[in-house]
């Protein structure tokens, strides 16, 4: 009864942590339109009264606008002084927020972007068995960080510190193995053959 309500807790809160940036988006995305479409009525009001598909020409305007800015923004992404911004952003005050780095590479890998910062999966030994873990950062020689995440809520999980002999490194992308965590270890069959 205890683990079928830590289940239900966790996939509670996955829900939750999952919901959160879509709803900042779309609140995002309402705003960015009302302003659009503030600024439109000027330009479009003197247009005939025409809609397409149920769409008023200054809604189809407005939208457009959007999806303009989109792109350029998105374009200006990938300019490298916009990427020293993000990272000196990322280094001077996202790196305080909890989980940030590893929510951001989650994120990225569920939005299917390559990144160069994905995490190393490797497996550690628990109690249970060997569990999936992300090797976060090597302390020494002989100690590494690794994060061990929940099932089947990633988001949270346990920080723990293993000895180098007692990790296991394995073949797989973060993306696998997060799928394969949200999944309950289905399809853990095909992914680890041959590798255990």
């Known amino acids: 009864m205890k683990s079928i309500l830590k289940i239900i807790k ?25 302003i659009v479409q503030k600024t439109t009525l000027p330009l479009v009001s003197a247009l005939p009264k025409v809609s397409v598909l149920g769409l008023a020409i200054q809604e189809l305007v407005g939208l457009l606008i959007i999806i303009l800015i989109c792109l350029v923004a998105g374009l200006l992404a990938r300019t490298a002084a916009a990427e020293k ?31 160069k910062d994905d995490l190393k999966v ?6 249970a068995g060997l569990q999936f873990a992300f090797l976060i950062e090597q302390i020494s020689d002989e100690k590494s960080t690794v994060f061990i995440p929940d099932a089947p809520n990633p988001w949270s999980g346990s920080v723990v510190f293993v000895d180098k002999k007692d990790i296991t490194e394995i073949d797989i992308t973060q993306k696998q193995a997060l799928a394969c965590i949200r999944k309950l270890g ?11």
């Not at 809160?13 to 995002?28: A, C, E, K, N, S």
């Not at 490797?122 to 109690?127: F, G, K, M």
């Not at 069959?189 to 255990?196: F, I, M, P, V």
């Open 10 to 34: 966790a996939t509670f809160l996955g829900g939750i942590l999952f919901l959160v940036p879509l709803v900042v988006l779309l609140i995002v995305l309402e705003k960015g339109y009302g």
């Open 85 to 115: 911004l993000v990272q000196k952003l990322e280094e001077g005050i996202l790196s305080f927020v909890p989980g940030y780095s590893f929510m951001k590479s989650m994120n990225e890998n569920i939005l299917g972007l390559e990144s």
């Open 186 to 196: 289905y399809g853990s069959e095909e992914l680890l053959k041959n590798k255990l």
């Open 122 to 127: 490797i497996l550690v030994p628990t109690d």
